[in-house]
């Protein structure tokens, strides 16, 4: 499993102060106090071993992201190592910015949810002619029914999202918004693969190989080999970009003008800017709906047990009544 997100960002930039420093990459890994002790130094050893980077980044698997690492081999190659680093350390800040953000807007909801959860089954224990019939055995097994399939579903997804799984890729394909929301992401992260891979010196039609392994919208994918290919042919990928449905106008126009102009780069980035500005709203509106959703659903809940609490207090005050 890799590190989290600010772990990530915050090894990177130390490792990239380090090497701006001038100390050697193996020194350096050890100099780091973000990286997990035993796998940089299980690096640093490789690499004065005389070992390849490719080799020493496939070693580290376990604690480096998947996505991380060819941008990392390539730099290492053309001596662009400590800006690289830099870009992945603000790429990843900014995923676990909007980590927070979707933590913090489900908070609030989830609470309640929980708190509902937990006081409903006393609600319904409450008997107005016998008085509250507590059942410790029937409260824990309502609560066993309940909470801990609900805390088993968010630890899943949880580490599902952790080891970077299609299978939670796939799901959140299914959900309306979210969906939208997936695949800004999917083609931001795409654009600054390409981008970065570029200018860190990898030839382009290699370049689309990686970047298509390493998306995670399958669509991306297939268009990254099939790019690939059309480059190995001699032609000049943007004239084929429209034929592929994942990538919208604003992409291809932009592609292909920094393909005419030499920019190709500085526009492949500035695409990744622009997707990851609209996969952030998408998201905002997202869990802004959903959290509503969730809340409406809470409310309503609520709603219900009131009523059906006042209509048993009701029907005892008529059963007296009418003794």
């Not at 299980?42 to 690499?47: C, D, E, Q, S, V």
């Not at 088993?152 to 599902?160: D, E, M, V």
């Not at 382009?204 to 190995?232: C, D, M, N, S």
Request: net charge positive; aromatic share 10%; charged share 15%.
């Amino acid at each position: 499993m890799s590190l989290s997100h600010k772990k990530l960002a915050s090894f990177y930039l130390q490792l990239a102060q380090l090497l701006d420093a001038g100390l050697p990459l193996a020194a350096a890994l050890r100099g780091s106090t973000s990286g997990p002790r035993s796998g940089t130094e299980a690096f640093a050893r490789w690499i004065e071993a005389g070992g390849s980077i490719d080799q020493g980044l496939h070693a580290a698997s376990s604690w480096l992201p998947k996505s991380d690492r060819p941008f990392l081999a390539a730099a290492a190659q053309s001596g662009r190592l400590p800006q690289t680093l830099r870009n992945l350390a603000e790429r990843h800040t900014e995923y676990n910015s909007t980590q927070l953000r979707l933590v913090l807007s489900c908070a609030y909801p989830l609470g309640v949810l929980h708190l509902g959860l937990l006081v409903f089954p006393i609600i319904g224990m409450i008997d107005w002619q016998k008085g509250l019939q507590w059942s410790t055995s029937r409260y824990l097994l309502t609560l066993a029914g309940t909470v801990l399939p609900l805390w088993g579903i968010a630890w899943y997804l949880y580490r599902l999202h952790r080891r970077q799984s299609p299978i939670l890729d796939r799901f959140l394909g299914m959900l309306p918004l979210l969906r939208t929301y997936r695949r800004s992401q999917a083609l931001a992260d795409f654009a600054y693969a390409l981008g970065h891979l570029l200018e860190a010196g990898i030839l382009i039609a290699q370049a689309w190989a990686i970047a298509g392994k390493i998306a995670r919208w399958p669509a991306l994918r297939k268009a990254g080999r099939q790019v690939h290919e059309i480059i190995l042919r001699g032609e000049a990928p943007g004239l084929h970009l429209h034929e592929f449905p994942c990538f919208p106008i604003d992409f291809v126009a932009l592609y292909r003008s920094g393909e005419l102009s030499g920019q190709l780069d500085q526009n492949l980035k500035l695409l990744a800017t622009q997707n990851q500005e609209q996969a952030r709203h998408h998201l905002k509106l997202a869990t802004g709906i959903y959290a509503t959703a969730l809340f409406l659903l809470i409310a309503g809940m609520v709603v219900y047990n009131v009523v059906r609490f006042y209509a048993g207090y009701f029907n005892m005050l008529n059963a007296v009544s009418a003794f």
